[in-house]
């Protein structure tokens, strides 16, 4: 499975970015895509997913900022991010993989990230 991103950039807190990932090759082998971020000196942190069928989840720190869909069709993930802040600046890596019916979900495949940064 590869996965190809795109829209990452700058922006002046409060601003706005949405993200793009899509995916090709081996697609049966994955249900879901998602969104992980690291800044410096951090561990990489899960941001959002989504289910082929719609299913979200977020991750506290962006829970009504930040929303995930999913064009199945063009196999195609976005991440819209609203309200952004310095906190929020980071590479941004695009995931692939499986998510189960608990909600769990297992990322096997990684974009090459995207440099989210947010800075007046």
């Known amino acids: 499975v590869q996965l190809v991103e795109s829209g990452g950039g700058s922006v002046q807190p409060g601003g706005s970015l949405t993200l793009s990932c899509t995916a090709s090759?081996?697609?049966?082998?994955?249900?879901?895509l998602g969104w992980s971020r690291q800044a410096p000196g951090t561990q990489r942190e899960s941001v959002a997913s989504?289910?082929?069928?719609?299913?979200?989840k977020y991750s506290d720190s962006v829970k009504g900022r930040f929303t995930i869909s999913i064009d199945s069709a063009k196999k195609t993930a976005y991440l819209q991010m609203n309200s952004l802040n310095p906190e929020d600046t980071a590479v941004y890596y695009c995931?692939?993989?499986?998510?189960?019916?608990?909600?769990?979900?297992?990322?096997?495949?990684w974009g090459q990230g995207t440099q989210v940064t947010v800075s007046s």
């Open positions: 995931n692939a993989g499986v998510m189960y019916d608990d909600g769990l979900y297992r990322p096997d495949y």
């Open positions: 090759g081996s697609i049966g082998k994955i249900n879901a």
């Open positions: 989504v289910s082929g069928g719609g299913r979200q």
